[in-house]
């Protein structure tokens, strides 16, 4: 079974910054898809950045020119960098995955913006 293992959530002020990473158990290459997702409280999980199966780098409008996506790999990590966050970046980020028709979700880590 595969597993995504997400870490780097936390709290941070408004402006702030912080780096979200995604360990895949298997090799980030055999995935199609990879990428972050966010379900903040009360709302539906939206993608906010991936790799998709063909082509650049996909990013959500709400987070161009403050978030990036990346991946390492020889560390075998995805990875999300986030600058200048904002109180409505408030949610549980996920690691997504997919692999011809199996998806992948990681556990979730919680990222909070304090205004």
């Known amino acids: 079974q595969v597993q995504l293992v997400e870490s780097g959530g936390g709290l941070v002020q408004a402006g702030g910054s912080l780096k979200l990473s995604c360990v895949p158990s298997?090799?980030?290459?055999?995935?199609?898809?990879m990428g972050w997702y966010r379900q903040a409280p009360g709302k539906q999980r939206e993608l906010v950045a991936v790799?998709?199966?063909?082509?650049?780098?996909i990013y959500a409008d709400s987070v161009k020119g403050r978030f990036t996506l990346s991946r390492d790999n020889a560390k075998n990590t995805v990875y999300l960098q986030m600058n200048s966050l904002k109180p409505e970046d408030t949610a549980v980020y996920y690691c997504?995955?997919?692999?011809?028709?199996?998806?992948?979700w990681g556990q979730g880590t919680q990222v909070t913006v304090s205004s």
């Open positions: 997504h995955a997919v692999r011809e028709q199996s998806i992948y």
């Open positions: 790799y998709p199966s063909v082509g650049d780098r």
């Open positions: 298997e090799s980030i290459f055999s995935f199609n898809v």
